[in-house]
């Protein structure tokens, strides 16, 4: 069975910075790739970032040039670098890994029960 926990969440004023960390284990010999989420209250969960396991990485534009998605791909860690932070990333981030490989099935789809930040004005 893998499990994804999320760890780095809180409370933070306007413009400071958070880091997300968020560790799969299991019987894994692989995952495609890993990414954050998030959900607001009252709004659909949306993608805040994405990274392969070559390193290509995908962005919300509204988080663009703001946080930075990392991997280590040795250890099954994802991390969110959460720089200039506002009030409207309020929320709370949920780590993804998709296309995981274990020794019992191939190309699973996993998710962390979340993390919640909120950014104070």
């Known amino acids: 069975q893998v499990q994804l926990v999320e760890s780095g969440g809180g409370l933070v004023q306007a413009g400071g910075s958070l880091r997300l960390s968020c560790a799969a284990s299991g019987s894994i010999f692989s995952i495609n790739a890993m990414g954050w989420y998030r959900q607001a209250p009252g709004k659909q969960r949306e993608l805040v970032a994405a990274i392969t396991s070559g390193g290509s990485t995908n962005y919300a534009d509204s988080v663009k040039g703001r946080f930075t998605i990392s991997r280590d791909n040795a250890k099954n860690t994802v991390y969110l670098q959460m720089n200039s932070l506002k009030p409207e990333d309020t929320a709370v981030y949920y780590c993804?890994?998709?296309?995981?490989?274990?020794?019992?099935?191939?190309?699973?789809?996993?998710w962390g029960k979340g993390t919640l930040v909120t950014v104070s004005s």
């Open positions: 993804n890994a998709d296309g995981v490989v274990t020794t019992t099935y191939g190309g699973m789809d996993y």
